[in-house]
Each structure stands twice: as C-alpha cells, then as structure tokens.
C-alpha cells in the first residue's frame, strides 16, 4: 500500500491544502475586517447616543432644580401672602358667607344645618390654605345687598 504512494501526489494534496487552508484565511481576515469596521460605527453610535442622554439628563435635572427653587419660593410667598393684615378677617368672613349659603340652601333646621355649614366652610378654607383650591377673587355675592337697582323716575326726583 505505500509502495504506490509516490512523493508527487503527497506534494500536490499538500498544495492544494495549502490553497484552501490560504483562501479561508483570506475570507476570515475580509470578514474580520468587516466586523472591526461595524464594531468601530457601533461604538461611535453608541458614544453619541450616550452623549445625547447624558446632556438630556442633566438639562431635566436642571429643570426639576428650578422649578423645585420655584415652588419653594411659591410657598413662601404664599404664606406671607396668608400673614398679611385684614387676611384673617377676610378668610374668616368667607368662612362665614360660605356657611350662610349653605344653610340656605339646606334650610332644615337651622342648628344642624349652620354646624354642618360652618364645618363644611371651614374645611374649604382649610384646603384654600393647604393650596388644594383657589381662593375666590369675588367675596361678597352679587345678592348680598339686594339684587334690583333702584331707578328715579320723573316724580321721585
């Protein structure tokens, strides 16, 4: 068997081998080359799409830094607006009107209804304070001092 084995047939298998061995190294190092190529476009997307976040996070936490600034000093000025003189008064006032519309609206038996009222005004003065509701601009109703308007006429004058 390995006298029919001659030197020239080992030679060429060698070569073509050698040949094939040669092109998948050609092809892995045009692949590799590719990749390195990908890899080097990932990173730059990667590094810009970091850079973008990073100037997006810090620009929000700007912003929730001035708007905590802001309604800080919000508060304060609402408590000093609060501690003004005449606001007691006024919010004590309100307190009682919005009582007295509600015992009207009700009208069942005034003791009841004026402490269900003045608890009801209170918790809504309450909540005026805390800053859950507006106060309201207009204190005094429009029918408070009566709703007509009194004309002259020719002979009234």
Do not use: C
Not at 26 to 52: F, N, T, Y
Not at 110 to 136: C, H, T, Y
């Amino acid at each position: 068997m390995w006298e029919t084995f001659d030197i020239q047939s080992l030679f060429f298998g060698l070569i073509a081998g050698l040949i094939v061995a040669g092109l998948v190294q050609v092809k892995d190092w045009i692949k590799q080359s590719g990749m390195k190529k990908e890899i080097k476009r990932l990173k730059a997307h990667l590094h810009d799409k970091l850079e973008i976040d990073a100037e997006a996070i810090s620009s929000k936490k700007g912003e929730i830094e001035r708007l905590k600034r802001e309604n800080e000093n919000l508060r304060v000025t609402n408590k000093a607006l609060l501690n003004k003189p005449g606001r007691q008064e006024m919010m004590s006032f309100h307190v009682y009107q919005s009582a007295i519309d509600k015992l009207n609206s009700n009208m069942m038996g005034f003791g009841p209804a004026w402490q269900d009222a003045l608890r009801d005004a209170k918790e809504e003065v309450k909540e005026i304070e805390e800053g859950n509701k507006s106060f309201m601009k207009k204190v005094l109703p429009k029918g408070l001092f009566g709703g007509t308007t009194y004309e002259l006429g020719e002979g009234d004058q």
